[in-house]
């Protein structure tokens, strides 16, 4: 009965009278039916919610016959969305329900064969950004792969992108794969996460021949063209829509000398350092617990920008990276040769922007270079679309 009452709760999911965009996890009726019998791992964060209700709770309260969740995998910044980004997460137990985590962000990227014996289903429900080095979906590819190897399926539960609304940045090079990018896919790739894991199952990535036995319960009322404002952070220092806009372009910050303002009340809204040349706002990182434990140029005071007004008029986003800031900063800072860190090039997937900026490139350049590849992204991202695009 207590069953019923979850499905009831969201009536008209499928009604062509609604009109907000219904996140998969709250499609109930879609796909609490296939989860009956079933012995469930669910691959969670802070983002997974049903209403205001954690997924997990939801689940754990559902009264499913013979449903049983075996276990948490929990992903960067851990199962509640607490931990500073790359703290490694250590498996634990979940106080709330009593059911262990386990860390994917820890000694494991992918679950080992053995935490996925008996599982007949792994549920995927986080929120992602739609940016290539936001980990959330290298985590998705290795937990497809572990599925794909012990032959568990998985169910992507999809939420809208927020930055699904253009394609931007240089498409990442093998050379180059690392845990913020596995993938030859730009920086911005437009796609939410059900629609990548077609892709990665498609483009054949996960290797030796392996496919996922994948099923995307989609968004309802979503396309590529409406901005979306997530109703909780996705970590702890994307904590606003106008950061989550931003991040695309002040997260390339992260491989320089360049404070992204972590360490902040507006981290990915500010940046600056404290050599900075010809910059008019002043901040100074501290250590803030939960959000940013050992920020860049902490306690200097640095010199740079506020961007806290760039996502004013949601209408007139720019469809593509802002290079005009990171081209700034460092033909504004004396020590240039310091200015890069190797972290970079991972970010920007390829060595061909760091060159191009020491060379003086200008912004509309270095764009137009991008541009035959990304051409040839979009052809192969359209076999994958759930959604109309832009």
């Not at 600056?272 to 250590?287: E, K, M, S, W």
Request: charged letters at 20%; aromatic letters at 12%; proline letters at 7%.
């Amino acid at each position: 009965m207590l069953y019923l009452i979850f499905i009831i709760h969201f009536p008209g999911c499928d009604s062509q009278e609604v009109q907000q965009i219904v996140p998969g996890a709250e499609r109930t009726m879609q796909y609490f039916p296939q989860l009956e019998g079933k012995q469930v791992a669910i691959c969670a964060n802070q983002t997974s919610i049903i209403g205001k209700v954690h997924l997990v709770d939801s689940l754990h309260r559902s009264g499913l016959d013979g449903f049983r969740i075996m276990k948490v995998f929990s992903p960067e910044h851990g199962f509640r969305g607490d931990a500073d980004d790359g703290m490694l997460i250590d498996d634990s137990v979940d106080p709330a329900t009593g059911i262990p985590v386990v860390s994917l962000y820890g000694r494991n990227r992918k679950p080992p064969a053995e935490v996925m014996e008996g599982l007949d289903l792994v549920l995927f429900d986080i929120q992602d950004v739609g940016v290539r080095f936001y980990t959330y979906i290298s985590t998705l590819f290795y937990l497809m792969q572990a599925c794909a190897e012990q032959d568990v399926k998985l169910m992507v539960l999809d939420r809208p992108d927020p930055n699904g609304f253009y394609v931007d940045g240089p498409v990442l090079k093998e050379k180059y794969k690392s845990f913020i990018g596995l993938h030859p896919v730009p920086v911005v790739h437009g796609m939410t996460i059900g629609e990548y894991a077609q892709m990665i199952n498609g483009e054949k990535w996960l290797g030796s021949g392996l496919v996922c036995d994948l099923t995307v319960i989609p968004c309802y009322n979503y396309d590529h063209s409406k901005k979306y404002d997530l109703p909780v952070s996705p970590s702890p220092n994307l904590a606003t829509m106008n950061g989550i806009y931003l991040y695309p372009s002040i997260g390339l910050f992260e491989g320089t000398v360049i404070s992204e303002g972590r360490g902040t009340d507006n981290p990915f809204e500010v940046f600056g350092h404290p050599d900075l040349q010809n910059a008019p706002y002043t901040f100074v990182p501290r250590t803030i617990p939960g959000k940013s434990t050992h920020p860049k140029h902490l306690g200097d005071t640095c010199k740079g920008f506020d961007l806290r007004g760039y996502s004013d008029d949601r209408g007139s986003l720019p469809l593509h990276i802002d290079l005009s800031w990171l081209l700034f900063a460092y033909n504004n800072i004396p020590d240039q040769k310091s200015f890069f860190t190797d972290y970079f090039d991972l970010l920007a997937g390829d060595s061909l922007l760091r060159k191009q900026i020491i060379l003086g490139f200008s912004g509309e350049e270095i764009r137009e270079s991008w541009e035959k590849e990304i051409d040839s992204f979009m052809m192969v991202r359209s076999k994958y679309l759930l959604y109309p695009d832009f």
